[in-house]
Structure formats: structure tokens, C-alpha cells
């Protein structure tokens, strides 16, 4: 279980996180929407210990080595190949190499395994900085947009895998800022804005409860009602 009760976070005056609660539980998916500067990667650099909260209380029920994390693309080593920076987190992880291979094959880099990172896309260095956090198998994952930047074929074999790692138990917690994806992925989610969470609950529920009209969860026309911000 995934947990953060009464949380705030504050950089200098400004106060970022304003008594954030909720929880997310074992197995599902779990997705916190917001519009960019919600707070959602501060929350993230506070669940996996990046940074200190200056109140409240949080868990993830997961050792360290049991979790998975991707923020961004930061710490790939442009000048090695795909499989060799794979092999380096495996070797830390003491996880045989062939896990690379595998890891890479799942995000559909099976081809790009001798390639090295400077000579690759956008949407390719993405997909390795997502093998590097599912390698060593964590019970619990980590994502901050794990979509954004990608062309709409690429997302949908994104979507596709993190579906596949929950199937095989794993809990994810993700941020978007991509309704779309956040109703066709979640179980549950958390509509975050300015620091403070707004609603949270199934997508088909929060959208009951407000009276959205559309057939498919309308989280869009939930969020706006509620905050008067659009999600970009
Ligand atoms: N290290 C930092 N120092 C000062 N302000 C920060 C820092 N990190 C984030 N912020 C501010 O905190 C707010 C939330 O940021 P962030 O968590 O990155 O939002 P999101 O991921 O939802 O876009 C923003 O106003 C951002 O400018
Ligand atoms: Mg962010």
C-alpha cells in the first residue's frame, strides 16, 4: 500500500503540498492527474525518499530494492549501448544480464540492443529509461509521465506494458496529465491541483459523482469543474 497522510512540502515561502492524502493499494494502478506544476513530482521525489517532507506521513510498503522509479531520462550513459546500460543495474541489483535482453524486449528495444543511447529517439531513450526501472522485477513502480513526448503508437506500447506488469502483480503509481490515459490505465485515481488533491476514486466514480454526461469516464469535465484549470 502506497500511503501519504496530511503531507506538505515547501520550497522556500511557496507552499507546493498542502495536506496531501490518499492511498493506493496493492496491485492496482494508481494514477495522480494534475496539470504541470501540481505537485506531482514532488510528491514522487517524496514517496521514494528524494526529498523530505516538512509534514505528514508516507510509506510505500516496499523496501527500496523492492521499487522502481522513472522520473526522466537522467543517468543513461550516452556512449554505452542499450544492453550495457541495462547490464549495469543489473549487475548492482544482482540480477543475471539476460535480464537486460528481456527488459528491453518488453519495451520493444529488442532490435536497438547493441545501439548506443546517443544514437537513439526521444521515444527510445524513453522506453530504456522504463527497462532500466522494471529490470530487477520491483513490487512497486514508480512512473512520472512515462507517455509524455511519445508519438501516440509508442504510448499505447507503454500503456500496454505497464497493464502487462500489473497482470503480474506489480502495484504502479503514475502521473499524467493525459485524462485519456489516466481512464484507460487506472484503477484509481487522484485529481491534483495546486499542491492539494480534489477528488479521488475510480474514474467512473469520481465522474458519477459530479454528474459528467459522457458514456466514458469525462474526468476532464470534472477536473475543470472543479478547479476552473485545464490539464496541459
Ligand atoms: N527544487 C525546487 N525548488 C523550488 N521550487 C520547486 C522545486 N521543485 C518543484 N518546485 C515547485 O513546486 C511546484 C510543483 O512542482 P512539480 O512537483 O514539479 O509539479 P508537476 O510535477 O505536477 O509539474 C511548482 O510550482 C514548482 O515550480
Ligand atoms: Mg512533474
Not at 513530482?41 to 510505500?60: E, F, K, M, P, V
Not at 512515462?146 to 506494458?161: C, F, K, M, V, Y
Not at 481512464?183 to 488533491?197: F, N, P, Y
Not at 478547479?227 to 496541459?232: D, I, N, S, W, Y
Request: aromatic letters at 4%; hydrophobic letters at 40%.
Amino acid at each position: 500500500m502506497i500511503e501519504m497522510r496530511n503531507i506538505v512540502k515547501r520550497f522556500g515561502t511557496q507552499t507546493v503540498l498542502n495536506d496531501v492524502n490518499f492511498t493506493a493499494r496493492d496491485g492496482e494502478i494508481f494514477g495522480l492527474l494534475g496539470p504541470s506544476g501540481a505537485g506531482k513530482t514532488t510528491i514522487i521525489n517524496i514517496l521514494t525518499r528524494q526529498l523530505y517532507a516538512d509534514g505528514g506521513s508516507h510509506s510505500t510498503g516496499a523496501e527500496p530494492f523492492e521499487t522502481g522509479l522513472m522520473l526522466d531520462q537522467d543517468g543513461l550513459y550516452a556512449r554505452l549501448t542499450c544492453a550495457e546500460n541495462l547490464n549495469v543495474v543489473a549487475d548492482i541489483y544482482g540480477m543475471p544480464r539476460k535480464k537486460s535482453i528481456e527488459a528491453l524486449q518488453s519495451v520493444g528495444l529488442g532490435d536497438a540492443v547493441k545501439k548506443t543511447v546517443q544514437a537513439l529517439s526521444w521515444g527510445m531513450r524513453q522506453r530504456l529509461a522504463l527497462a532500466r526501472a522494471i529490470l530487477h522485477e520491483p513490487k512497486v513502480l514508480f512512473l512520472d509521465e512515462p507517455t509524455s513526448g511519445l508519438d501516440p503508437a509508442t504510448a499505447r506500447g507503454i500503456h500496454q506494458l505497464i497493464l502487462n506488469l500489473k497482470e503480474k502483480g506489480a502495484t504502479v503509481f503514475l502521473t499524467t496529465h493525459n485524462m485519456d490515459e489516466a481512464v484507460k490505465l487506472c484503477d484509481r485515481v487522484a485529481l491534483l491541483h495546486k499542491g492539494k488533491i480534489v477528488e479521488n476514486g475510480a474514474p467512473s466514480e469520481i465522474c458519477e459523482r459530479h454528474g459528467a454526461v459522457k458514456t466514458v469516464p469525462d474526468l476532464e469535465s470534472v477536473f475543470i469543474k472543479l478547479t476552473g484549470a485545464v490539464l496541459e
